[in-house]
C-alpha cells in the first residue's frame, strides 16, 4: 500500500522502527502508527492536533491557502451556483446529481419534513427559557426513539433513508425550538417553498424575500461540512459504537453547542454587544493581546485555517448583499464588526499568529440581519452541518470500521492499597 517509508529512533529500543507513510490525493502524507503499539508505545497528540484519525473522500481543508473543496468542488463554486440541497446529494452521494435526481432527492426530503407530534410535546415540555441547542439535542435524540427498531445501519438504503430524515427534519426542529421560546404555535411546512424559504417561513410565518431565502441557503450551504471537526469527530467517534444516527447527530449537536466551535456566532453577537461602541474597539483588540486575561476575540482563528476563511469572503458578500436590501447599512453591531475586522487583519498580534476572521465573525451578522435571533444561531450552524455528520457517518460505515478508543499518557498514582475510611 506504501512505498515511502518513515523510520523512527527511540532511547532504549534498539535498531530503527519502520512506519509506512500514505499519500492522500491532496494534503499532507500521513505516518501510520499502528506499528507501534507491538512495540509497547503509543503516540501522543492532545487535540488531534496532528493525528489523521480516518479516511475520508468528502472534505479537503487547504488551511495554508485557505481552500475548502467538497468532493473537489471549491466552495466558493458551490456557493455561487449550487443549492443547499444539491450539495447535500454530493456530500452523501459523491457526485451532482442529474436533473431527475436532484427533483427525486428534493422530493424526499420535502415528504419527510414534519415531525411527529410527541417531538413537537417534547419541545413543548421544555421551559421556555432553555437554551435552544438543549432542546434540538434532545429532540434530535429523541428521533432515535421514533426510528430505531426498523433500522438496520449495515443496510445502505436504510442510513441514506436517516441522512434525508435527518436532513429534512433539522429546520422544522430548529423552527420550532425557535417558536417555544417565543410561546408561539408551530407552523407545518409549506410545500410550495424550498428548503431555507420554508425554514424562514416556518420561524415567521411570512414567506421571506428572494434575498432573505437565497442568504439563508447560502448560510446552510456554507456549514454544510468542515471535515474532522470537533462535532463531526464526535458523530464518527460516537457512531463508530454502532450506536443509533440520530443520537450519534445529537452528540454531534452536544458538541458543537461550544464557543470554540459552532456556538461562536452566538458569541460574535455578544461580544459586539459587550464592546458596545467603536470607541471601545481599542480597548478589547488589547484584552484579546493580554496573555493574563482568559479574552479572546471571538470569530476570529481556526484550528486549521491559517489564512483567510474562503466561506467567510462568501458570507461577507452575502451579508452586504442582505444589508443593503433592508437598507440596514447603518446597523452600529456592523460598524463595529467592519472596524473589528480592519484593527485585526492589520495587528501584529492577529497577522504573526494567523488569526483571521473565520466564518462565524460574518454569519452572527448575517442571521441577526435575518431577524434571526442570537440564541438560534447554533441551531442554524447544526442544521447547516447536519449533512456533513450524516454523510460522514454513512461513509465511515460503509466500510470496515473499528471502534474508536483513545489512548492515553497515564500521569496518576501508582498502584497502592485501599485505605479505610477510620484511618484516612
Ligand atoms: N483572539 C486572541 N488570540 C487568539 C485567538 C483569538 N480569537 N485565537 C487564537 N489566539 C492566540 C492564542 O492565544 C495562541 O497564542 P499563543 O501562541 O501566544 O499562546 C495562538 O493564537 C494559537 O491559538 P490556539 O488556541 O493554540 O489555537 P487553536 O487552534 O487551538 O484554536 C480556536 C483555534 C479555538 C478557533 C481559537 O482561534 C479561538 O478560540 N477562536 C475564537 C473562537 C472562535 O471564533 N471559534 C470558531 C472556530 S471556527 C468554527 O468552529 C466554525
Redesign the pocket.
Known sequence: MSDKKAHLEIDGIEGKIELPVYSGTLGPDVVDVRGLTAKGLFTYDP?F?STAACESSITFIGGAKGILLHRGYPIEQLAEQSDHLETCYLLLFGELPNKAEKEAFISKVNAQRTVDNSIASLVKSFDRGAHPMSILCSATAALAGLYHKSLDITNNEHRVEAAINLIAKMPTLTAMCYRHSQGMDFITPNDDLDYAANFLYMMSGKTPSKTAAHAMDVVFLL?AD?EQ??STSTVRLSGSSGTNPYAAIAAGIAT?WG???????E??LNMLNEIGDVSRIDEYVAK??D?SDP???????????KNF?PRSRVMKKCCDEVLAELGNNNDPLLAMAKKLEVIALEDS??VE?K?YP????YSGILLKSLGIPVELFTCI?ATGRTPGWISHWHEMLSEPYKIGRPRQLYKGAVKRDFVKLEDR
Open positions: 487535540g492536533v456549514h468542515h471537526n470537533a458543537l464557543p470554540s466551535h459552532g456556538g461562536a456566532n458569541a460574535v484579546a493581546k496573555k479574552f479572546r476575540l471571538m470569530g476570529f482563528g481556526h484550528r486549521v485555517y476563511d498580534y492577529f499568529k488569526l473565520n466564518v462565524d465573525f450552524f
